[in-house]
């Protein structure tokens, strides 16, 4: 028994050993057409056979990245997502079929990611979501953004009576560069969470330039080369009546004053 406990003490210490590595380069580009086909497609990006793309991306992330867990959460989210719109046109389907359905919205439009996500989740990944969808985390996007995402105005859902706070992704090229999906759009959260993601009818002014100081034109003047005196422009002098002429030689002294 004594050798038994030692031993599993001994693997535990071995496992503990391996450190886990920085970001993926696979997740950050499984991450970007991920919000790129989301974005253009909505559900329907579920569908798209560049999604198999994203999934052999995410499944060549290594394990020991800190990427790893964001990568499987994603996989898990793909896969819910695909079954819930295998079964959302197989429903459009059948009321097709029924002469006295009435037109059927959008097998894609009709799919909450909540629900995908609810939809026969076992007890294990119950808590996978879409990581930019409804339900997810902008604390947790930001801790992998850097802050990215920035809160503005509040809002009032009229019909629902939904509030909360409109969340926009800071102007920078380095926030757009992570979070390109969400790029002109209107993140709408309620309690921490996106409630959902509006093309932005109010997008911010692009920055001002900053002003430039009064004496930045001083600094730029005296910093600008002269021009050489033999460049070819001409040289102009003053002349003073009754003075000798520039370059002609000095007069010689009047009478009784020769030194």
């Known amino acids: 028994m004594f050798r038994r406990a030692a031993f599993c003490i001994v693997l535990v210490a071995a496992a503990g050993c391996r ?13 970007s057409l991920y919000q790129q086909l989301y974005l253009a497609e909505f559900d329907d990006a579920y569908g798209d056979s560049r ?11 290594d394990g020991r990245s800190v990427d790893a867990p964001a990568a499987q959460t994603m996989l898990g989210a ?5 079954e819930a719109l295998a ?33 026969g989740a076992s007890p294990e990944d119950a808590g ?39 969340y926009r992704v800071a102007p920078s090229d380095v ?10 759009q209107a993140v709408l959260v309620t309690g921490g969470k996106i409630y959902r993601r509006v093309a932005d009818p109010r997008p911010p002014p692009p920055a001002a330039p900053p002003a430039a100081s009064p004496d930045a034109g001083t600094a730029a003047a005296a910093a600008r080369p002269r021009p050489a005196a033999d460049a070819g422009e001409p040289q102009y002098q003053m ?7 520039p370059g002609s030689p000095p007069s010689p002294p009047p009478e009784g004053q020769q030194q």
Do not use: W
């Open 175 to 184: 926030c757009k560069g992570k979070l390109p999906g969400m790029v002109g």
């Open 78 to 82: 793909i896969q819910h997502g695909r």
């Open 19 to 31: 450190r886990s590595t920085g970001p993926d380069e696979n997740y950050q580009k499984a991450s």
């Open 128 to 166: 996978v979501q879409d990581p930019y969808g409804p339900g997810a985390s902008v604390a947790e996007l930001n801790t992998q953004s850097g802050g990215c995402l920035v809160d503005n105005e509040p809002f009032n859902e009229q019909v629902t009576g939904v509030t909360g706070t409109v």
């Open 51 to 61: 999604m198999d793309e994203v999934v052999a991306l995410l499944k060549k992330v």
């Open 87 to 119: 079964k959302a046109r197989a429903e459009g389907a059948k009321r097709d079929n029924t002469a006295a359905a009435v037109a059927a919205p959008s097998a894609g439009a009709s799919i909450d990611p909540s629900e995908v996500l609810a939809a």
């Open 239 to 245: 002349y003073i009546p009754g003075a000798p002429r």
